[in-house]
Every structure is written in structure tokens, then in C-alpha cells.
């Protein structure tokens, strides 16, 4: 059995991971295992570590005050003591970023030099720190692995070329794989309040600045087409949502019936309506408070926090259920929805809106930490996209709860409501077969997203967009009102459905859900434990952000097999309308475009976070939702 080298309790110098620093630590524990020490640093963070990165204390030759350091952040300190400024004698001092108050100019400019040389150091000291394989223990606590294996080491697999050099990893892929290094960006927000104070003192918008921008949270890339596309994206989408809600209403929509007309506005606007939206609002709201399920925490934020949300979301399900069964039973008359849709449809609309308003408003005095990458710093852009990460109100989380709550019940509601109005507008005592499976289909759709609920929080919506005016109409006017289209359309456009048909609809059906269900369980189980038994046997690409990218199995036959079988869905939903008009295809027609925009978006950040091994994943499954098509 081989012998370690360093006892418990052993003091010595631990290499951080990915550079060449050694920094004091304690030797916590030895596992005989891997031959991995866990070593814990002066400012807390423990890590595992080869005795090859650990050094006895006696080793290093001692330097004087400040050059000693025992932390990463101190060590930062070091070496911007080095150099010109190594007469510095205040512990202060040890921040790179911080100029020496000089009375002259001469001493300013050499202090502004050696401050130039100390950021470059100091830039090339993070982004080193940045870009080392750590591995942040899923859902679980901060401690990391660090095991010295290369770039992207492959599981399963004959070990594979390394492309690192085809695919570089720029600044920003590096600020972007320090979301799963909790401690290095911790040190960043140190260093940038440290930072930000020096800079008031002397260097005001000079290098330090610039700095700054190396871990600045907003980006520059716009997506969507930029200002003008969410300009028009906003002015566009509540008009054609409206367009498309008309159309369906007419017995015969065509293009030579168009457009529909146009209902006068105090038609579209009851006050009383949107009092009704708002009871159900905050209805939800209410159910969302309540402290029943699990609190689990959601993936690590810049500063190194995980947010904690509570998973109620079937519960709520339930009550609501429970809440629409009540009124069914003392005949309340659900069919006032019905009536009432478009009124509705607007009130959400002026609810989102004046949601994302208050969004914009509130966010412009959070701290830059709290901003969503996916914000820009443009107003109109921002307004958009969102510009606050995670907006709460004490621990009420306004997007968690907009995302699965209001907007996907009141869809399964909203469904309900049209089965019952389809039998009362075409008088019939059961709803047609093409309503049965219309309801069931989303009905099992909404369930299965609210059970596994926990999901939503490693999405980009959660942890890449802003909470503003997209997922604000998304989640509350766009998918209400239009994914239950289907259903709309045929309390108009009746259309019977042989057994035959059903039958084939329901396998359509089946064969979406198994591949949508797997591929989502399978990522969703290999993000929470790796190294769980039940995935062993497939194949996976190390990467340098310490995750590991599923090479086979789902996750192997196309790099996006939940998108597939949700399309696949989309159309079995479409079928019970028959092939009569093309107004029910309109679902799959825009989901097909939406997963296929988000499938970009998602891309573009997994190159960012991945580089090299996204490549390799890339070559190695080169379809992204179809096998063999595209
Ligand atoms: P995914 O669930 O596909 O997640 C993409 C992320 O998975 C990537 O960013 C990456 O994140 C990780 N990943 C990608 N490839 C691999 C791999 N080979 N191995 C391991 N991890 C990998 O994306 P979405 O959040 O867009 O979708 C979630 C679900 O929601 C999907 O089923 C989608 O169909 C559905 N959806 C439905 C919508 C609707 O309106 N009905 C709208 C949007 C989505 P990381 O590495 O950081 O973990």
C-alpha cells in the first residue's frame, strides 16, 4: 500500500489548482483511494489535492512581509508588492489594483507603471485560476477536485486529440467556467471591492478599469438581433398573439378573409377581467408562499451563493385542481373564460408589461454581481432580455415563480375551459375525442414539468437570462393563451378523430415523451452525480470546467435529443386538429423556430464554457436535434 507523504493537521504549500502559486494550507485528510489530499487554505476553501502539488513549508525560501502569502487573494497581494512597489509596508498594500498615494507626479507615474505590469500579472493570475479543471460537487458543497487531469479527458473511451489549440478559450469562456469555481470568483468580487475603492483614490478609468471588464457580468454580444430585433420582438409578438387568437375565432380563416375584424377596444378591456387575472395571480402566489416541499439550492451564483427554492410547483397543481374542482362541483361558470379570452389575453398583457416595468426599474439599483449575463447595459436591450438575475422580493423569487407557476397551470386551466365550451358550443354531452387527447397530451406535459420541477433551475432562463419583458409575456401572456391553441381551434373547427387515428396520434405522442422524458432524465441524473452507477457505462468528455459532457447514450445520437422529442410532441398535439387548416400547426411551425434559436443560444454558451471539448462533442455527435437531418 503506498504511503502518503504529508500527515493531518501538517501545515505545508498547496500548488492552486491550474497555476504555479503554492499558498499555505492544512492537510484535512488522505485519501488512500485515489491518493488525493484534502487540503483546506487559510481563507477556507478546501480542495483535493496530488502530493505531487504539495510542498513541505521548509521548501520555500521566506520573503519578507507581504510577500508571504497564505491565500490566493493575499497571494494576489504578494505579488503586486514585488517590483517597484516592494517598500510598501502597510497590509493594505497587498492589492494589486491599488495604487500608492504619491505626492509627486514622478512617483505616480512609476506607480501607475508598476500598477500596468501588477494588473497584467494579476489579470493573467485570474484567468490562469479561472481556466483550471475544478469540479464543484453537484448540489452539493463547495468542495472541489482537483486531479490533474488533462483538458478533456474521456471516459469510456479511447483518449482523443486535443483541439485546445483550434479552439481557444477566450477571456469570456474563462469568466464563464468560473461559475462552477466558487472560490475564484469569490476572490474576484474581493478583489473587485478592493478594486473599486483604489480606483476612486487614483487610477479613475484607467487600466484598473479595464480590469474590471475582464469579470464584468453583461454582455456584448446582443442576441436576438439586437435593439432593433427586441424593439420589434415587443412591438410584434402581443400583436400577432392577438392576430392569431382572431383568426381562430372565425369560422373560415383565410387570406381572403383577412384580416379578422378587429374588435373595438373597450371590447378587448374589462376591468373586471383584469381583477379576475390578478385573483389568479396571486392565487398562485399565495400557493407558491406556502411552506410545503423541499427547498433545494440553485446553481452557484457569481458571488459563490446558491439561492434556495422551495419545489411546490405540484402541490400548487394540485390545489389549483382541487380550487377548479370546487367550482365545477358548486356550478361556478368556468365558461366565463371563455368568453372573456381575449379580455383576458389582454390583461395578462398589461400584467407583463407593467411586471416587466417594475423589473427594469428595480434593477437598475442592484449590484453589478446581481446583473444576468445575458444583460447588455442597453436600456431597450435590457428592458428585453431582463437585467436582474434573480429578482425576489424577501424570498419570494419573481422568475422562478412566473416561470412554472401562473402561466403553465393557467394553460392546463385555460384547456379545461375550452373542452367545457367546446360541448357547450357544439352541444354535445362528452368533449370530442380530438379535445380528449388535445387536454390529456398537455395535461402530461405540464404535470411531468411541474414534478420535476427542480430542472428549471439549471435552464438558461434561470441561470443566463434577466427576468424582464421576454420570459415577463412569455411565461404569462405567450403560453396561456397560445400553447393552448389547439384547443381553441376546435371549440371552433371541429374535427373527428377515428379510434385508428387516436391510436396512431397517442404512439406519436409516446415516442416524443419517452425521448423527451429520458434525454432529460438522463442529463438531469448524470449533472446531479457524475459518477453514478447507473450511467456508468457511458461514454463522457472531461472539460476544463471540471463538468463532463454525456457522449453516448441520448446525449450521443443528437446534442439536443430532449428538443427532438419535445417537437415530436408539439406534433402529436397538432394532429387531433386534423389537416383542414394550418392555424393548429402553428404551434410546432414556431416551436421548431424557437428550439431552434435556443439550440444557438445554447451552443454559442457551451463553446464559450466548453471550448475545446465542446468541439470534440461537437465532431463526435455532429446533428443538433435531428439524427442525420439536421
Ligand atoms: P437543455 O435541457 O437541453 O440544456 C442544455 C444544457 O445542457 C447545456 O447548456 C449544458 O449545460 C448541458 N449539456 C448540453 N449537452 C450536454 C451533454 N452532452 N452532456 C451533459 N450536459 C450537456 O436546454 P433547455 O434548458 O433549453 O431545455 C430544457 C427542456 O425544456 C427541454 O426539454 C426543452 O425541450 C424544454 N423547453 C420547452 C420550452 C417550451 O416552451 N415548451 C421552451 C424551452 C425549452 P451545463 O453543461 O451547464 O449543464
Given at each position: 500500500?503506498?504511503?502518503?507523504?504529508?500527515?493531518?493537521?501538517?501545515?505545508?504549500?498547496?500548488?492552486?489548482?491550474?497555476?504555479?502559486?503554492?499558498?499555505?494550507?492544512?492537510?484535512?485528510?488522505?485519501?488512500?483511494?485515489?491518493?488525493?489530499?484534502?487540503?483546506?487554505?487559510?481563507?477556507?476553501?478546501?480542495?483535493?489535492?496530488?502530493?505531487?502539488?504539495?510542498?513541505?513549508?521548509?521548501?520555500?525560501?521566506?520573503?519578507?512581509?507581504?510577500?508571504?502569502?497564505?491565500?490566493?487573494?493575499?497571494?494576489?497581494?504578494?505579488?503586486?508588492?514585488?517590483?517597484?512597489?516592494?517598500?510598501?509596508?502597510?497590509?493594505?498594500?497587498?492589492?494589486?489594483?491599488?495604487?500608492?498615494?504619491?505626492?509627486?507626479?514622478?512617483?505616480?507615474?512609476?506607480?501607475?507603471?508598476?500598477?500596468?505590469?501588477?494588473?497584467?500579472?494579476?489579470?493573467?493570475?485570474?484567468?490562469?485560476?479561472?481556466?483550471?479543471?475544478?469540479?464543484?460537487?453537484?448540489?452539493?458543497?463547495?468542495?472541489?477536485?482537483?486531479?490533474?487531469?488533462?483538458?478533456?479527458?474521456?471516459?469510456?473511451?479511447?483518449?482523443?486529440?486535443?483541439?485546445?489549440?483550434?479552439?481557444?478559450?477566450?477571456?469570456?469562456?474563462?469568466?464563464?467556467?468560473?461559475?462552477?469555481?466558487?472560490?475564484?470568483?469569490?476572490?474576484?468580487?474581493?478583489?473587485?471591492?478592493?478594486?473599486?475603492?483604489?480606483?476612486?483614490?487614483?487610477?479613475?478609468?484607467?487600466?484598473?478599469?479595464?480590469?474590471?471588464?475582464?469579470?464584468?457580468?453583461?454582455?456584448?454580444?446582443?442576441?436576438?438581433?439586437?435593439?432593433?430585433?427586441?424593439?420589434?420582438?415587443?412591438?410584434?409578438?402581443?400583436?400577432?398573439?392577438?392576430?392569431?387568437?382572431?383568426?381562430?375565432?372565425?369560422?373560415?380563416?383565410?387570406?381572403?378573409?383577412?384580416?379578422?375584424?378587429?374588435?373595438?377596444?373597450?371590447?378587448?378591456?374589462?376591468?373586471?377581467?383584469?381583477?379576475?387575472?390578478?385573483?389568479?395571480?396571486?392565487?398562485?402566489?399565495?400557493?407558491?408562499?406556502?411552506?410545503?416541499?423541499?427547498?433545494?439550492?440553485?446553481?452557484?451564483?457569481?458571488?459563490?451563493?446558491?439561492?434556495?427554492?422551495?419545489?411546490?410547483?405540484?402541490?400548487?397543481?394540485?390545489?389549483?385542481?382541487?380550487?377548479?374542482?370546487?367550482?365545477?362541483?358548486?356550478?361556478?361558470?368556468?365558461?366565463?373564460?371563455?368568453?372573456?379570452?381575449?379580455?383576458?389575453?389582454?390583461?395578462?398583457?398589461?400584467?407583463?408589461?407593467?411586471?416587466?416595468?417594475?423589473?427594469?426599474?428595480?434593477?437598475?439599483?442592484?449590484?453589478?454581481?446581481?446583473?444576468a449575463?445575458a444583460?447588455?447595459?442597453?436600456?431597450?436591450?435590457?428592458?428585453?432580455i431582463g437585467?436582474?438575475l434573480?429578482?425576489?422580493?424577501?424570498?419570494?423569487?419573481?422568475?422562478?415563480?412566473?416561470?412554472?407557476?401562473?402561466?403553465?397551470?393557467?394553460?392546463?386551466?385555460?384547456?379545461?375551459?375550452?373542452?367545457?365550451?367546446?360541448?357547450?358550443?357544439?352541444?354535445?354531452?362528452?368533449?370530442?375525442?380530438?379535445?380528449?387527447?388535445?387536454?390529456?397530451?398537455?395535461?402530461?406535459?405540464?404535470?411531468?414539468?411541474?414534478?420535476?420541477?427542480?430542472?428549471?433551475?439549471?435552464?438558461m432562463d434561470i441561470i443566463h437570462d434577466g427576468f424582464g419583458?421576454m420570459l415577463?409575456?412569455?411565461?404569462?401572456?405567450?403560453?396561456?393563451?397560445?400553447?393552448?391553441?389547439?384547443?381553441?381551434?376546435?371549440?371552433?373547427?371541429?374535427?373527428?378523430?377515428?379510434?385508428?387515428?387516436?391510436?396512431?396520434?397517442?404512439?406519436?405522442?409516446?415516442?416524443?415523451?419517452?425521448?423527451?422524458?429520458?434525454?432529460?432524465?438522463?442529463?438531469?441524473?448524470?449533472?446531479?452525480?457524475?459518477?453514478?452507477?447507473?450511467?456508468?457505462?457511458?461514454?463522457?468528455?472531461?472539460?476544463?470546467?471540471?463538468?463532463?459532457?454525456?457522449?453516448?447514450?441520448?446525449?450521443?445520437?443528437?446534442?439536443?435529443?430532449?428538443?427532438?422529442?419535445?417537437?415530436?410532441?408539439?406534433?402529436?398535439?397538432?394532429?387531433?386538429?386534423?389537416?383542414?387548416?394550418?392555424?393548429?400547426?402553428?404551434?410546432?411551425?414556431?416551436?421548431?423556430?424557437?428550439?431552434?434559436?435556443?439550440?444557438?443560444?445554447?451552443?454559442?454558451?457551451?463553446?464559450?464554457?466548453?471550448?475545446?471539448?465542446?468541439?470534440?462533442?461537437?465532431?463526435?455527435?455532429?446533428?443538433?436535434?435531428?439524427?442525420?437531418?439536421?
Amino acid at each position: 500500500m503506498p504511503s502518503r507523504k504529508f500527515a493531518d493537521g501538517e501545515v505545508v504549500r498547496g500548488r492552486w489548482p491550474g497555476s504555479s502559486l503554492y499558498f499555505e494550507v492544512e492537510v484535512l485528510s488522505h485519501d488512500s483511494k485515489s491518493q488525493l489530499y484534502t487540503v483546506k487554505y487559510k481563507d477556507g476553501t478546501e480542495l483535493e489535492l496530488k502530493e505531487s502539488d504539495i510542498k513541505p513549508l521548509t521548501s520555500f525560501k521566506q520573503r519578507k512581509s507581504g510577500s508571504t502569502s497564505s491565500s490566493p487573494s493575499r497571494r494576489r497581494g504578494s505579488r503586486g508588492s514585488r517590483g517597484s512597489r516592494g517598500s510598501r509596508s502597510r497590509s493594505r498594500s497587498r492589492s494589486p489594483g491599488r495604487p500608492r498615494k504619491s505626492s509627486s507626479q514622478s512617483s505616480r507615474r512609476s506607480a501607475s507603471a508598476s500598477h500596468n505590469v501588477d494588473i497584467k500579472e494579476m489579470r493573467k493570475e485570474v484567468l490562469e485560476v479561472k481556466l483550471t479543471p475544478l469540479v464543484l460537487k453537484p448540489f452539493g458543497n463547495s468542495i472541489t477536485r482537483y486531479n490533474g487531469e488533462p483538458e478533456h479527458r474521456e471516459r469510456n473511451a479511447i483518449p482523443h486529440k486535443n483541439t485546445q489549440e483550434q479552439f481557444p478559450l477566450s477571456q469570456e469562456s474563462s469568466y464563464i467556467s468560473t461559475q462552477y469555481s466558487l472560490r475564484p470568483r469569490r476572490e474576484e468580487i474581493k478583489l473587485k471591492e478592493i478594486d473599486s475603492e483604489e480606483e476612486n483614490i487614483v487610477l479613475k478609468g484607467t487600466t484598473l478599469s479595464r480590469t474590471l471588464e475582464v469579470t464584468a457580468t453583461q454582455t456584448k454580444d446582443l442576441e436576438f438581433g439586437g435593439v432593433p430585433g427586441v424593439f420589434l420582438i415587443m412591438l410584434g409578438l402581443p400583436a400577432f398573439l392577438f392576430l392569431l387568437l382572431l383568426l381562430c375565432r372565425q369560422r373560415e380563416p383565410s387570406l381572403l378573409n383577412f384580416p379578422p375584424p378587429l374588435p373595438a377596444l373597450y371590447d378587448l378591456w374589462e376591468t373586471r377581467v383584469f381583477g379576475v387575472y390578478l385573483l389568479w395571480f396571486f392565487v398562485q402566489a399565495l400557493f407558491y408562499l406556502l411552506p410545503i416541499g423541499k427547498v433545494v439550492e440553485g446553481t452557484p451564483l457569481t458571488d459563490g451563493r446558491r439561492l434556495k427554492y422551495r419545489l411546490n410547483g405540484f402541490y400548487a397543481f394540485l390545489l389549483t385542481s382541487a380550487a377548479v374542482g370546487a367550482c365545477l362541483f358548486w356550478g361556478v361558470e368556468l365558461y366565463y373564460v371563455y368568453r372573456h379570452f381575449l379580455q383576458l389575453a389582454l390583461a395578462a398583457l398589461v400584467f407583463s408589461v407593467g411586471l416587466s416595468v417594475y423589473l427594469y426599474v428595480r434593477a437598475l439599483r442592484v449590484p453589478r454581481a446581481e446583473l444576468a449575463p445575458a444583460s447588455s447595459g442597453n436600456a431597450i436591450y435590457d428592458f428585453y432580455i431582463g437585467r436582474e438575475l434573480n429578482p425576489r422580493i424577501g424570498t419570494f423569487d419573481l422568475k422562478y415563480f412566473c416561470e412554472l407557476r401562473p402561466g403553465l397551470i393557467g394553460w392546463v386551466v385555460i384547456n379545461l375551459v375550452m373542452l367545457l365550451a367546446e360541448m357547450k358550443l357544439q352541444n354535445r354531452a362528452t368533449p370530442s375525442l380530438a379535445m380528449v387527447l388535445v387536454n390529456s397530451f398537455q395535461l402530461l406535459y405540464v404535470v411531468d414539468a411541474l414534478w420535476n420541477e427542480e430542472a428549471v433551475l439549471t435552464t438558461m432562463d434561470i441561470i443566463h437570462d434577466g427576468f424582464g419583458f421576454m420570459l415577463a409575456f412569455g411565461d404569462l401572456v405567450w403560453v396561456p393563451f397560445i400553447y393552448s391553441f389547439q384547443a381553441f381551434y376546435l371549440v371552433h373547427h371541429p374535427n373527428e378523430v377515428s379510434w385508428l387515428a387516436a391510436s396512431l396520434i397517442v404512439a406519436v405522442k409516446l415516442c416524443g415523451y419517452v425521448i423527451f422524458r429520458c434525454a432529460n432524465a438522463q442529463k438531469n441524473a448524470f449533472r446531479k452525480n457524475p459518477t453514478d452507477p447507473r450511467l456508468a457505462h457511458l461514454k463522457t468528455i472531461h472539460t476544463s470546467t471540471g463538468k463532463s459532457l454525456l457522449v453516448s447514450g441520448w446525449w450521443g445520437l443528437v446534442r439536443h435529443p430532449n428538443y427532438l422529442g419535445d417537437l415530436i410532441m408539439a406534433l402529436a398535439w397538432s394532429l387531433p386538429c386534423g389537416f383542414n387548416h394550418i392555424l393548429p400547426y402553428f404551434y410546432v411551425i414556431y416551436f421548431t423556430a424557437l428550439l431552434v434559436h435556443r439550440e444557438a443560444r445554447d451552443e454559442r454558451q457551451c463553446r464559450r464554457k466548453y471550448g475545446a471539448a465542446w468541439a470534440e462533442y461537437c465532431r463526435r455527435v455532429p446533428y443538433r436535434i435531428v439524427p442525420g437531418v439536421y
